[in-house]
């Protein structure tokens, strides 16, 4: 079956470190996200990805780094200049074309930095 | 710029029918979608509008209105398990990313 894969489920990281998010999908889609979520936040976009090699910040970038070198991974680096990063991160891709593609999303990964 | 608003929490009993609302401002639309999403789980495509008027799809119904920057998912025969958060989103202004509100969470109770 096609999906979006995100690991680890649950991440632990002290303050000051690098930690990178895992993101694949088998979908073929050109289009992947980075969205956070924060109780009573929301999902806010962090980076997106329209083709390979070419990426965009989105409303709340700053602290964070992605790369797009395959059609198949989007990996997401939280930095340590990222001043809050204990949150729940979810990629998501899509197949823009048709008007009503929606989003698929992974599982998510619940990062805890203390 | 674009804005999203939707009611916090809403609470509603089994067998009943829950109306959750959406109003939004964007620079240009492009369409907009409504999720699930389950406590601690991935959000779940639910409708999607883009003309004025109704869509309906089993005990879900979604309505748009353009002229008012406005939406509602209608949830009808309430089970206990559509307890979770319902997230409005409208494409951004370029059409390459959605922009979600902050989410409703609806409580059903027996």
């Known amino acids: 079956d096609g999906g979006i894969t995100q690991s680890p489920k649950y991440l632990f990281r002290k303050e000051g470190q690098n930690v990178t998010l895992s993101c694949e999908q088998n979908l073929n889609h050109d289009a992947m996200y980075w969205y956070r979520q924060d109780p009573g936040q929301g999902l806010r976009l962090i980076y997106y990805s329209q083709i390979v090699n070419d990426f965009q910040k989105g409303d709340i970038a700053e602290g964070y780094s992605v790369s797009r070198e395959k059609k198949e991974s989007f990996p997401l680096t939280v930095t340590s200049a990222q001043k809050n990063p204990t949150a729940f991160y979810l990629c998501a891709s899509t197949q823009w074309g048709t008007e009503n593609s929606p989003l698929h999303f992974g599982n998510g990964t619940r990062l805890t930095v203390t | 710029g674009q804005n999203i608003d939707q009611p916090t929490e809403m609470t509603a009993t089994e067998g009943a029918i829950v109306q959750i609302n959406c109003t939004y401002q964007?620079?240009?639309?492009?369409?907009l979608f409504w999720y699930q999403q389950h406590a601690g789980e991935a959000p779940t495509f639910l409708s999607y509008n883009v003309l004025d008027g109704l869509e309906e799809k089993g005990r879900f119904s979604s309505f748009l209105s353009r002229s008012k920057g406005y939406s509602y998912l209608l949830l009808k025969e309430l089970q206990m398990k559509d307890s979770a958060s319902y997230l409005c989103?409208?494409?951004?202004?370029?059409?390459?990313?959605?922009?979600f509100g902050k989410g409703t969470t609806l409580s059903v109770s027996s």
């Open positions: 964007t620079s240009g639309f492009n369409g």
């Open positions: 989103a409208v494409r951004n202004q370029a059409g390459t990313a959605l922009i």
